[in-house]
């Protein structure tokens, strides 16, 4: 099976550091695989996920994701993948089912496509009943669910989840996981 993510000797040194942020990383990840990058505060995961991600550029190296290079063809990555960040990105005045046609329409879809989409990945996250709510009213864990639904809408190749269950308490944690 080939590998969907290859990174080669990645590497990213910001403005002024004293030390890269991430220092020739390689690894390859198969097309089914769960993959996880581990280490202590500081060790350049996020930063790995944002180059990747085509958030930030590399400083050397490269990584190709589904067949596109992040050097070369950084928009054909974005639409091969799907990022949920540390952070939650949604709108909390707007519904969840808001939310999601949102980024939906952010990833190119719309009509009837969309609309069978969303309800989807509510029924995925188990937000359906509460789709209405606006996000502000949820708690911490229903607003993770939101964030991992919108990251799945556009049927990504990739998904990178960014510390997906920080936060969270344990009955959350595991409808995530």
Known sequence: MPAIVEVDQLVKQYPGAAEPAVDGVSFA???????SLLGPNG????????????????????????????RTSPQEVKRAIGVVPQDIALYPTLSARQNLMFWG??????GG??????????????????????????????????????GLLHRPQ????????????????????
């Open 105 to 110: 329409r952010m990833y190119g879809m719309g």
């Open 43 to 70: 060790a350049g995961k996020t930063t790995t996920i944002s180059v990747l991600s085509c958030l930030l550029e590399p400083s050397s190296g490269d990584a190709r994701l589904a067949g596109h290079s992040v």
């Open 158 to 177: 990739i998904v990178f989840m960014d510390e997906p269950t920080v936060g969270i308490d344990p009955q959350s944690r595991r409808n995530i996981l």
């Open 113 to 150: 496509e969309l609309r069978k989409r969303v309800e989807e990945v509510l029924e995925t996250v188990e937000l359906r009943d509460r789709a209405k709510e606006r996000i502000e009213a949820y708690s911490g864990g229903m607003k993770r669910r939101i964030n991992i639904a919108a």
């Open 29 to 35: 990840i198969l097309q089914g695989e769960v993959f």
